[in-house]
């Protein structure tokens, strides 16, 4: 029997059900329990995802504030004499330099990220993340100075005052935990320190390896 249009189809659909729930209720509310989890499975990955993706794109905001551009070099860095260039190019509003070290600290297996900036420079471009260290940041002026972030004061199990063990090459040194920035700051593991005491402390004296700009209009 040939039966036509979407009433027909839906009872055929429905008298199709039927048969199978009477002949196999178990296998047939397995299969629905089945595709139920699967759909609830797949949900609760993509939202966790988007949690973890929303997460790091607000971390890295922090990081890059008001930047249009970013200029990057290698681990090894180049000569900070590029950052006058570019400071000086009439296209450029704003230029920040910095100094990304991944360092080696004493007693833990992982590094940690430490990033050296201009506070002044910085300010311009990453506002909401030079404010959480809070009004006065003469206080990373001093050559051992170090702000954490919450979750490396966690990780490190440091407080405001403390001492943070970094190794250099085969040399330790003492940094100073000047300032904890709260948990909403920055989400993951970071160290700020000023620009002129990374590059003396960790043999970079005129590199850098990344300068942020903000275009002019």
Request: net charge positive; glycine share 8%; no cysteine.
């Amino acid at each position: 029997m040939k039966v036509a249009g979407s009433g027909g189809a839906f009872a055929a659909w429905r008298a199709l059900l039927r048969s199978q729930f009477r002949d196999q209720p178990a296998r047939l509310a397995a299969a629905a329990l089945s595709i139920a989890l699967g759909v609830a499975l797949a949900s609760a990955i993509d939202l966790v995802n988007q949690a973890a993706l929303d997460r790091f794109d607000a971390a890295a905001r922090r990081l890059v504030g008001r930047t249009d551009l970013i200029v990057r070099g290698s681990a090894a860095g180049f000569d900070e004499a590029w950052y006058a260039r570019l400071a000086k190019d009439p296209a450029v509003a704003v230029a920040s330099p910095a100094l990304e070290l991944r360092t080696a600290v004493a007693g833990e297996r992982e590094p940690l990220r430490i990033l050296g900036l201009d506070p002044f420079r910085a300010r311009l471009l990453q506002p909401a993340l030079i404010a959480a260290l809070g009004a006065d940041l003469t206080a990373l002026w001093q050559p051992d100075a170090i702000a954490l972030s919450a979750a490396a004061a966690a990780r490190l199990h440091l407080r405001a005052g403390g001492v943070l063990n970094v190794v250099v090459g085969d040399s330790p040194h003492r940094l100073r935990v000047v300032a904890l920035l709260p948990e909403s700051a920055y989400p993951q593991p970071l160290g700020i320190m000023d620009l002129a005491s990374a590059q003396w402390i960790f043999g970079r004296i005129g590199l850098l390896n990344r300068i942020d700009l903000r275009l002019a209009d």
